[in-house]
């Protein structure tokens, strides 16, 4: 397994812009697709944007496709969700998971989660 902390979320207006990193202990970050999901109050958690272990293919949620990136730089164990004009309906807690590819990972496939970060957008 490998360990993970998000950092990065915030209170931002709508429209505004955010980046989230996640920061992934152990050598074997490069070996793992990973992926964004977040988390509204009383609603489960959807998936958000997902990357390859190369970084080559990602896949995103409709409800942030052309909005947010996810990149990823291996070198450093971390991940990276840039999230550009939000929207109120993206407040939520945001997690970043480990998975064995990017299918599995929007099933929310994962044996590794981060412990989130808030995201707040205000209208």
């Known amino acids: 397994q490998v360990q993970l902390v998000e950092s990065g979320g915030g209170l931002v207006q709508a429209g505004g812009s955010l980046r989230l990193s996640c920061a992934a202990s152990g050598r074997t970050f490069s070996s793992y697709a990973m992926g964004w999901f977040r988390q509204a109050p009383g609603k489960e958690r959807e998936f958000v944007a997902a990357i390859s272990w190369s970084g080559g293919s990602t896949y995103y949620a409709d409800s942030v496709k052309g909005r947010s990136t996810i990149s990823r730089h291996n070198a450093k164990n971390t991940l990276y969700l840039q999230m550009n004009s939000l929207k109120p309906e993206d407040t939520a807690v945001y997690y970043c998971?480990?998975?064995?590819?990017?299918?599995?990972?929007?099933?929310?496939?994962?044996?590794?989660w981060g412990q989130g970060t808030q995201v707040t957008v205000s209208s």
């Open positions: 998971a480990a998975g064995g590819s990017i299918v599995a990972l929007t099933t929310k496939s994962s044996n590794s």
